[in-house]
């Protein structure tokens, strides 16, 4: 005897298995009580489904999720909207499977499935859901399937061979479209590129960071970007510890802020308790500057070369611009103040103002506002003359004169933090306090679905060190209003919704595991393998003493090759697999439709033994023997003869099939 | 009709014509004509009284076959069934006599009482469609067939037939008892050898060979068939209660009289259906079973026909 399954109980049996999946999946972003609900509900659903208990009326279970989606909107917050939606959309399904289900509802129930784990992938960034994802995918293919033959023949009875091939069927679909999908991901990127930029020859000056000195009113530009400038992973930290040193500035020439051409180097202050690691990944831009908590005891990574003063610089190599992503690693310690290690601070170096610099006016108002005030006073004292109401934080009408920082103190008194620090160091080396800028960053939005901060161009800040001479400490004073309250760190943080956070998330892994996919990567791979063909020996030798890119690269180049090796191996396996042969399908129709009489054909048995032992008798039963009797007369003659059936007489079996088959 | 429903013209007319004389003998008589059909040998096994030599008779008068008659005692000579050479002083030569052998149709009685040196020559002459004597080949008769029988119920003083020679048979078969109302005619009418001599032949010896030629060559037994066919004897020869399955010579022998079944249906091509039909007539003396099987043979051929999917 053949082994069949009830279409029904097939469609029950993946639903069940689908939910399965889908619980797991969504296990760690629902909330407790749900996941009771759920299971209790699912098993509920299944003994109602083997049971001949009367379902539900559809009223009550409709209002049911009325009631659901409302509560679910209800209790809806801005942070937790992803995880309240998959609850709701989990229980909804509870709801459609205590249904009396037809089609259509399988087919809701698959789809709110799959949208259940997309949103728990999205939520619970952890690598095994990107399975669960494949899973339900290919499940809910199967699915389809088998919910479009039940909407056409609910009572089908399945042999375990055509299950088999809806099963297989539904495997091509899916491994047909996962090229698709992986196509789209690596076009996507590169479409993103040439897309959402304007044409034209200057496409690199959209990018924008730090150069190498500061002219003021320049940061404003930068400010007023808001694309990201790193992420930094991380643990989180209070806004007022974020500042992300990057330039040392301390050559003032009157208009703008330079940094020396080179300091001294300095060997790695001593780690106290309060160390912070980072791995920070740049976007690309025109910045060599790495940027790191204050104060940096250390930076690794390619290229890094360390400038002292808790400064580093990536080697140039040649270009201006970056046009990849750079990743390095960095050890700060927390801290607002620290011990220049092993120099003599050069206190003339920071006492200097240049000679066409007009002093006369800055030292009667330092001299004013300072008298009788110690040295290591004197920065507070200044920061507080920079203070509203007499100063204003602004982006627009800044001083743009030849001489901004004396119209800054004196007649505009608006600008941003460059013009506040500015104002504050110029104000402290005319009192004669050695002080000097640091360019960087503050704040940032720390993503805790990713564990990292992100640090977007509008972070971009500057602000002040100055000299404490009785600790030999440099201290930071951030003179910019707002700012060493936390309030200035928080910039950009509200423009991140949570669902942004997750995209942000999904993005920034996804970009991390392929990194440096782009276009000057795919040149590059391209002209690798062009020096490959031209000079095999001299490009394998080269690779041979380039072995740390393989090191690099092995692992994702494993995980390629299994995935490329599986594909291969089932495409060949799919097609390998014989094709059914037209005489195979028209006896498995055949089969199939004389079952529905409840007529089944035991496989040593010969087709005119089969219809000879069919009940005879008046009209009906001798109708369905006539047309019985024609399929078996017309194809047994070619099929034992060996003659291909095709054309006209495949299709005139086929109605003959399908006459038997819909024959009441 | 039990077996199969006899589609062909000339052979519906045979057992319309022959059916008077054969009460309720219809099953035999199919048998019978599909060895006539396809050139066989058929041994019967059955106890005496049923009508083996009417059928032998009958199918001899309407085939126009000429018929011979050998009853086998254990002093039956190979000469006596063969024929000699005899010499005529007169002409200083030896004569050939021809024996029972060179004849269309030859029933072989009992011929498990034969020596086994007759039965020796008999069944050589059956496989070689040719006779030797004192070294000259003699042609038989074609077509030539041997109607073997022999009781089952009596062995004493007999001379079994060697398992190897048993496959020189077409089919083993038994006529059976007739239903009641068939032996009530038979006692009625009583029997009338005298109005079965007097039956008028349809068919010719040539006619009957020319009919065999167009059986072989005209129906067609595709590759599925075969492939049918080979992997029931494959089977019989992997299964565990059979000590000797079936031989290609066997295999070939199933074909043929599956090609002759598929004819009298009236289809041009075999089914399975008709290689089923005579499955157990045409191998069950072919094959060998372990001790303690033998009388299981027909059960255990059933359990591996039943095996093989009659479509692929």
């Known amino acids: 005897m053949k082994k069949s399954i009830t279409l029904k109980n097939l469609l029950i049996f993946n639903t069940t298995v689908s939910v399965a999946v889908a619980f797991m999946a969504a296990s760690s972003v629902i909330q407790f009580p749900f996941k009771i609900t759920i299971f209790c509900g699912v098993l509920f659903a299944l003994f109602l489904d083997f049971s001949h208990l009367p379902k539900p009326p559809r009223i009550v279970l409709n209002a049911a999720s009325v009631v659901i989606m409302m509560s679910a909107f209800m209790r809806i917050t801005y942070q937790t909207i992803i995880e309240t939606f998959t609850g709701a959309i989990m229980m909804m399904i509870v709801v459609k499977l205590l249904e009396d289900r037809r089609a259509h509802d399988y087919v809701q129930i698959i789809s709110m499935l799959a949208v259940s784990v997309v949103c728990s992938a999205i939520v619970s960034i952890s690598q095994g859901l990107i399975y669960y994802c494949f899973l339900i995918s290919f499940l809910a293919g199967f699915e389809l399937l088998l919910s479009a033959w039940f909407d056409k023949e609910p009572g089908a009875i399945l042999s375990f061979g055509v299950v088999r091939q809806l099963f297989t069927r539904s495997s091509v679909i899916w491994w047909m479209m996962l090229p698709l999908c992986l196509g789209l991901f690596f076009i996507a990127p590169r479409a993103a590129v040439v897309m959402l930029r304007p044409p034209g020859p200057g496409v690199q000056e959209a990018r924008i960071g730090f150069s190498d000195f500061l002219t003021l009113g320049s940061v404003r530009n930068i400010q007023e970007n808001d694309a990201i400038a790193f992420r930094a992973e991380m643990k989180l930290l209070a806004p007022k510890d974020l500042y992300w040193r990057g330039i040392v500035l301390d050559v003032f020439t009157g208009t703008s802020w330079l940094p020396s051409r080179r300091y001294p180097a300095q060997s790695p202050a001593g780690a106290g308790s309060d160390v912070v690691r980072q791995s920070i990944v740049m976007e690309p831009g025109p910045s060599r500057w790495l940027f790191a908590l204050d104060f940096p005891i250390s930076t690794y990574g390619d290229g890094v070369v360390s400038f002292g003063q808790g400064i580093y610089r990536r080697s140039a190599g040649g270009n201006t611009m970056y046009s990849r992503r750079y990743e390095y690693e960095a050890i700060s310690r927390i801290s607002s103040s620290f011990a220049p290690s092993d120099e003599r601070v050069d206190i003339s170096r920071y006492l200097s103002i240049p000679d066409n610099f007009n002093r006369s006016s800055i030292q009667s108002l330092t001299e004013r506002l300072l008298s009788g005030i110690g040295d290591d006073e004197k920065p507070r004292a200044v920061m507080n003359y920079l203070s509203p109401p007499l100063f204003e934080y602004s982006l627009e009408d800044l001083p743009m004169s030849a001489a901004p920082t004396e119209d800054f103190i004196f007649n505009s008194r608006r600008g941003n933090c460059e013009f506040f620090a500015s104002a504050m160091a110029v104000m402290l080396r005319v009192s004669g306090v050695p002080a000097r800028l640091v360019a960087g960053y503050h704040g940032g939005a720390y993503n805790d679905s990713g564990g990292y901060y992100i640090v977007s161009q509008n972070n971009a800040h500057v602000w002040v060190e100055a000299w404490d001479d009785r600790s030999n400490l440099w201290r930071r004073y951030d003179p910019t209003p707002g700012a060493e309250s936390g309030s200035f760190a928080a910039i950009g943080v509200e423009e991140y919704s949570r669902l942004s956070m997750y995209l942000d998330v999904l993005n920034y892994r996804i970009s991390r595991v392929f990194m440096e996919y782009d276009n000057s990567s795919q040149s590059e791979a391209l002209y690798r393998m062009r020096e490959i063909i031209s000079n095999p020996s001299a490009a394998i030798k080269d690779l041979a003493g380039n072995m740390r890119w393989i090191d690099e690269y092995s692992g994702r180049l494993a995980g390629l090759l299994l995935l490329a090796g599986t594909t291969a191996l089932v495409l060949y396996i799919a097609l390998r697999a014989r094709r059914k042969t037209t005489e195979e399908k028209l006896l498995e129709g055949f089969h199939l439709a004389m079952t529905r009489h409840g007529y089944r054909r035991r496989p040593c048995e010969g087709l005119e033994e089969f219809i000879s032992a069919m009940r005879r008798g008046p009209e009906p039963e001798e109708r369905l023997f006539a047309l019985a009797n024609d399929f078996v007369a017309r194809f047994e003659e070619r099929y034992f003869k060996g003659i291909r059936i095709a054309g006209s007489d495949a299709e005139y079996l086929k109605g003959l099939i399908s006459r038997i088959r819909r024959f009441s | ?312």
């Not at chain 2, 009992?110 to 050589?124: F, V």
């Open chain 2, 1 to 312: 009709m039990a077996l199969f429903e006899v589609k062909n013209d000339t052979v519906r007319g045979v057992m319309e014509h022959v059916s008077p004389y054969l009460h309720g003998k219809d099953e035999a008589l199919i048998r019978v004509l599909v060895c006539v059909f396809s050139g066989g040998h058929i041994l019967i096994e059955d106890l005496p009284g049923l009508g083996k030599t009417t059928l032998a008779v009958v199918t001899a008068r309407v085939f126009g076959f000429t018929f011979g008659r050998v009853q086998c005692t254990n002093d039956l000579l190979p000469t006596d069934v063969t024929g000699l050479n005899v010499f005529r002083a007169e002409r200083g030569e030896f004569e050939f006599h021809p024996g029972p052998i060179f004849n269309n149709l030859v029933l072989v009685d009992e011929i498990n009482r034969a020596s086994p040196k007759t039965q020796s020559a008999l069944l050589e002459s059956m496989g070689e469609e040719q006779a030797t004597i004192d070294g000259i080949t003699h042609r038989l008769a074609e077509p030539f067939i041997v109607m073997a029988t022999q009781n089952p119920a009596e062995y004493a003083g007999t001379f079994p037939l060697p398992e190897s020679q048993m496959d020189r048979f077409m089919m083993r078969m038994s006529i059976g008892y007739p239903d009641r109302n068939s032996e009530r005619d038979i006692l009625r009418l009583g029997l009338n050898r005298r109005s079965i001599d007097q039956l008028p032949p349809l068919f010719s010896a040539a006619s009957v060979v020319g009919l065999q030629r167009e059986i072989e060559h005209e129906v067609t037994a595709g590759d599925r068939i075969l492939d049918y066919i080979l992997s029931i004897t494959e089977k019989t020869r992997s299964h565990p209660l059979v000590a000797c399955g079936i031989s290609t010579r066997g295999a070939m022998v199933l074909l043929k009289c599956a090609r002759c079944v598929a004819w009298m249906r009236g289809r041009d091509f075999v089914v399975p259906e008709d290689v089923k039909v005579f499955a157990g007539d045409v191998l069950l003396h072919r094959m060998q079973f372990k001790d303690g099987s033998r009388s299981e043979g027909g059960r255990i051929l059933q359990s591996i026909m039943d095996e093989v999917p009659a479509l692929k």
